[in-house]
């Protein structure tokens, strides 16, 4: 094999702390603070018509002359909207949001599926553009409509299909991604659908959830986000105006709405001496209290982990659900021999079960 060439070589060159602060220059140019920044790729997940495209022409509503949504700055800039839609859905929503020639639009530009180098040749294309108009911000809505891969499952492919991007963004451009969530629900950060190679990839990871249930009539939702920068908010509760032209924060109503239901869980978990599923907790629930919606237990739950207040193990799928119990069991079961007993034997048939192959 042939020794590589001095010029191939100098690719490779390590740098120093030095070298990379002149390289990274000045911190991110936030589009929308803590969200979308320069030269960044953020992926926006929601189910179908849960908002995201709302919240995608309110954010290009305040870009026209510059703003504040959830209470964080928005620049004033340019952008190109890429979208599944007809222009007639769009031309509705501009005039409602007062969209203007900040914004420009692609409109179910294929006719299928785009191929490699369809791909390729519209990045190019926005490329161009943004040389002539100094764009800000591309949006993709949806990703599943534009990406050029069979699988979204197919890891080596999705990459492929997203390191053009980087082309934009290493231009200064902004790129959000609006995606669609798997067809079960996940874990707060893997509701996208497809690879998790996607997820890794880009700069933010965000997500729209409903408030509680997708069958509730609630202009409420919670916005959740991931990153690779500090100035990404964890979470945000926010509410759609009565006339549907704005977002606003409302604060933690979520806590205060599930206050009265933590008291009872407590109440069941300090009951136990082995960790609960949340089924085994419904069953569980005093007939003194009316049963709890199950979204509404879970999220109560998954709050609850997140801030320390309940442990949790198990993989979260029905072979293997999630079980709950309160920190203080930990010391119960060191000082009860009959609790330690009885939490191992729950241990063990778990792995029992866990460990028999299926027929």
């Given at each position: 094999?042939?020794?590589?060439?001095l010029?191939?070589?100098?690719?490779?060159?390590?740098?120093?702390?030095t070298?990379?602060e002149?390289?990274?220059?000045?911190?991110?140019?936030?589009l929308w603070?803590?969200?979308?920044?320069?030269?960044?790729?953020?992926?926006?997940?929601?189910q179908?018509?849960?908002?995201?495209?709302?919240?995608?022409a309110?954010?290009?509503?305040?870009?026209?002359?510059?703003?504040?949504?959830?209470?964080?700055?928005?620049?004033?800039?340019?952008?190109?909207v890429?979208?599944?839609?007809?222009?007639?859905?769009?031309?509705?929503?501009?005039r409602?949001?007062a969209l203007?020639?900040?914004?420009?639009?692609?409109?179910?530009?294929f006719?299928?599926?785009?191929?490699?180098?369809?791909?390729l040749a519209?990045?190019e294309?926005?490329?161009?553009?943004?040389?002539?108009?100094?764009?800000?911000?591309?949006?993709?809505?949806?990703?599943?409509?534009?990406?050029p891969?069979?699988?979204?499952n197919?890891a080596?492919?999705?990459?492929a299909?997203?390191l053009?991007l980087?082309?934009?963004?290493s231009?200064g451009?902004?790129?959000?991604?609006l995606h669609?969530?798997?067809?079960?629900?996940?874990?707060?950060?893997?509701?996208?659908?497809?690879?998790?190679?996607?997820?890794?990839?880009?700069?933010?990871?965000?997500e729209?959830?409903?408030?509680?249930?997708?069958?509730e009539?609630?202009?409420?939702?919670?916005?959740?986000?991931?990153?690779?920068?500090?100035?990404?908010?964890?979470?945000?509760?926010?509410?759609?105006?009565a006339?549907?032209?704005?977002?606003?924060?409302?604060?933690?109503?979520?806590?205060?709405?599930?206050?009265?239901?933590?008291?009872?869980?407590?109440?069941?978990?300090?009951?136990?001496?082995t960790?609960?599923?949340?089924?085994?907790i419904?069953?569980?629930?005093?007939?003194?209290?009316?049963?709890?919606h199950?979204?509404?237990?879970?999220?109560l739950?998954?709050?609850?982990v997140?801030r320390?207040?309940?442990?949790?193990?198990?993989?979260?799928?029905?072979?293997?659900?999630?079980?709950?119990?309160?920190?203080?069991?930990?010391?119960?079961?060191?000082?009860?021999?009959?609790?330690?007993?009885?939490?191992q034997m729950?241990?063990?048939?778990?792995?029992?079960l866990?460990?028999?192959?299926t027929?």
């Amino acid at each position: 094999m042939a020794s590589p060439s001095l010029t191939d070589a100098a690719l490779f060159c390590p740098q120093s702390l030095t070298e990379l602060e002149r390289e990274a220059g000045a911190p991110p140019d936030w589009l929308w603070h803590g969200y979308l920044a320069s030269g960044t790729l953020t992926l926006l997940t929601s189910q179908w018509k849960a908002g995201k495209t709302t919240l995608l022409a309110l954010l290009l509503h305040h870009m026209r002359q510059g703003g504040a949504l959830l209470g964080l700055p928005v620049k004033a800039g340019n952008a190109v909207v890429l979208s599944e839609e007809p222009a007639a859905l769009w031309l509705e929503r501009g005039r409602r949001f007062a969209l203007r020639e900040h914004v420009r639009w692609l409109c179910q530009p294929f006719v299928a599926r785009p191929r490699f180098e369809q791909w390729l040749a519209l990045i190019e294309q926005l490329r161009q553009l943004h040389r002539q108009t100094a764009l800000s911000l591309v949006a993709i809505d949806p990703l599943a409509s534009f990406f050029p891969v069979k699988s979204e499952n197919d890891a080596d492919a999705v990459l492929a299909a997203l390191l053009p991007l980087r082309r934009l963004t290493s231009d200064g451009v902004a790129v959000v991604l609006l995606h669609h969530p798997h067809k079960y629900a996940r874990t707060d950060g893997q509701a996208s659908r497809g690879s998790g190679a996607l997820c890794a990839h880009v700069d933010v990871l965000m997500e729209l959830h409903w408030w509680r249930a997708a069958n509730e009539d609630s202009r409420r939702r919670r916005l959740l986000a991931w990153s690779r920068h500090d100035a990404t908010p964890r979470q945000r509760n926010i509410e759609l105006s009565a006339d549907g032209r704005e977002y606003v924060v409302i604060g933690d109503a979520e806590g205060e709405e599930l206050a009265p239901l933590r008291a009872v869980v407590w109440r069941v978990l300090g009951a136990v001496t082995t960790k609960q599923t949340r089924a085994e907790i419904m069953e569980s629930w005093p007939a003194d209290h009316p049963k709890p919606h199950q979204f509404a237990l879970a999220r109560l739950l998954e709050r609850s982990v997140e801030r320390g207040e309940l442990k949790r193990d198990g993989g979260g799928v029905k072979s293997d659900p999630f079980r709950y119990w309160l920190p203080s069991l930990e010391e119960r079961w060191k000082k009860d021999p009959v609790a330690r007993l009885a939490q191992q034997m729950a241990d063990d048939y778990r792995n029992v079960l866990n460990s028999t192959p299926t027929l």
